[in-house]
């Protein structure tokens, strides 16, 4: 069972999108998989997914739980086998909260993918469709590799 943790600043837009529209994507593969999200920071610790994150999850049939924002910790590291940003500031951050990354675990979420990029904040751009599409093909591409990994 592989246990991946995804994470943005707030954890109210990209991570919880990514957390749900993964554990979906792999339960239609039969992969066994554990997911969560986190933030780097401290802003939106108690708060539910951003409505328009939570519109987007519904219209795209992605379902999702009573999800509230929680921070990464340093305890993190060790409890999850993949770390996995939507930027290269959530990377830093990331690094900075687990006081390394020695076993290289923390990495983008679109690393994986043919078009390694940060994820754009929809928080600032306002462009859920956009932040949906990059997850899609993001999701699609840690599966795809998990899978080659066996």
């Known amino acids: 069972m592989t246990k991946i943790l995804f994470v943005c600043h707030g954890n109210i837009c990209r ?3 990514a957390q749900y529209l993964f554990a979906q994507r792999a339960a239609e593969r039969g992969m066994d998989c554990v997911t969560e999200s986190a933030a780097t920071s401290r802003e939106e ?3 539910p997914i951003y ?3 939570r519109r987007k999850l519904r219209q795209m049939g992605v379902p999702f739980g009573d999800h509230r924002a929680v921070q990464m910790t ?4 060790d409890k999850y086998d993949l770390l996995l940003a939507m930027d290269q500031a959530n990377v830093r951050n990331m690094k900075t909260i687990a006081g390394g ?4 675990k923390i990495r983008r ?3 994986y993918g043919p078009r390694p990029r ?4 929809p928080w600032y751009t306002g462009d859920f469709d956009a932040t949906y599409a990059d997850l899609e093909e993001g999701c699609a591409a840690l599966l795809d590799w998990l899978a080659e990994k066996g």
């Open 109 to 111: 979420l679109l690393d």
């Open 15 to 17: 991570s919880p999108m």
């Open 51 to 53: 409505p328009p994150a």
């Open 118 to 121: 940060d994820i754009a904040d």
């Open 101 to 104: 990354d020695p076993a290289g």
């Open 74 to 77: 340093r305890a993190d590291y």
């Open 45 to 47: 610790i108690g708060n």
